[in-house]
């Protein structure tokens, strides 16, 4: 019987180990490699359009104190013994500033407030902006007028930073910029997330750490403590963007889920419809003098509509808009409300002070709430103060982790101008079961949100490029046996 075969014995008589089958990688570790290549290069070429959103938004988050203490001359004034009507102080306004018509009032709200009266159409006042005229509520002196933009009150100050967040005061061309950055934020946030809690080498505290060890484990742990609030905001910018944000209100539109208004159709209601003059009618073409004293006298006036509003449960800071036209009732609409209580709107008729309609803020469709939630907290308007520091953190945040970023890369490199390559290729070790859904969702995502979609086919464009310049160089692309590559390559 003839014996078996051995193993070949290597003449320092140590046995040759047979090579195995290369190692099988889960379908989590092959996406790995992907994900540090796609951080790698968002992180490198779209975080100076993040560092400049977050400069901007740090200095937004700030310009509200700010505001407070640029225009304190405007905004405060001592507190008086009784507030005159509000209909006096519209008319100290408008003796003031005849030019313009009245598009709103928001009454003083609190006790050492201004009344701002809003003047529309102004000679010289940005079409797209308002005169704000504040006045004394309690002599009915005029304290100084500023152009106001925008739905949240914004002054010169706040509507300049603002402005410069939105598009770096390019326009519409400019507002590509923070839609780019918000599309990739998010992105880059998660990517970090799995990246971090996916490294499978013991981790080391900052403390006696030293190097590119101790950036990596200050920029890891900052970022996993505002990574939720950069996906938030990421989202919530996106809701207001150019190209993203209309395919966003396409979808809610699909789904009926746009924000209500109220109805201030006086005919639809089976009102009167008496014409308002005077200083309620200018909104709808009516003369500044008032000269049809008639009608002027069936209106009631801002202070009974604002009377009847209140009695609606109308609340808090308001803004009254006087009617459109003959047809059209004033609205009064809540200007700020604390936390999630959202803004209530009340239509009041000028011919008899009734209100037509309500609408709760509680009755708007789910999605519209969320919307409005988000913009409010994006802006810092949702909880105050308190809300606007949190976006000073964030965005202080992300800087750090921007500048550690770069760092990171430098160190890598050891000064060379781009460091050491990362490994390329990992996609196509991506099992099909993964990677074809992927890629559907990818695309998807890309159609609807085009600012991610177009830079994301161009990374990867230039990476098979430089893949293939690799290859042609014999230099190795990444493999099955590159187990933990690219956590060394971090």
Known sequence: MPAAPTAPVPVDGQQTPQPGPPPRRSAGGSLRPLVLRLHFYAGVLIAPFLLVAAVTGLLYAGSYSAEKVVYADELKVPVGERKLPVAQQVAAARKAHPDGTVSAVRPSSEDGATTRVLLSGVPGVHPDRTLAVFVNPYTGDVRGDLEQYGSSGALPLRTWVAELHRDLHLGETGRLYSELAA??????????????FGRRRARRKVRGTTGRRRTLTLHGTVGVWTAAGLVFLSATGLTWSAYAGQSISDLREALGQTTPTVSTSLAAAGQSGTPAAGEHAEHGGGTADGADRESAAADVGFDAVLASARGRGISGPVEVVPPADASSAYVVKEIQRSGFEGPDTAA?????????????????PVLAKLTRWGIDAHSGTLFGLANQV?????????ILLIVWGYRMWWQRGRGTAFGRPLPRGAWQHVPAYVLVPLMAAVAVLGYFVPLLGIPLVAFLAVD????????????????????????RAR
Do not use: C, M, Q
Not at 183 to 195: E, F, K, N, R
Not at 390 to 398: F, K, M, P, S
Not at 469 to 482: C, N
């Open 464 to 487: 098979i490029v430089l893949g293939e310049i690799a290859h042609r160089r014999g230099e190795r692309t990444y493999g099955p046996a590159d187990s933990g590559a690219a956590d």
């Open 183 to 196: 599309s990739w934020l998010w992105v880059i946030a998660g990517g970090g997330l799995v990246l971090w």
């Open 390 to 398: 949190v976006l000073a953190g964030i965005a202080a945040g992300l």
């Open 348 to 364: 009041v008729d000028p011919a008899n002070g009734k209100v037509v309609d309500v609408l709760k803020f509680e009755d708007f």
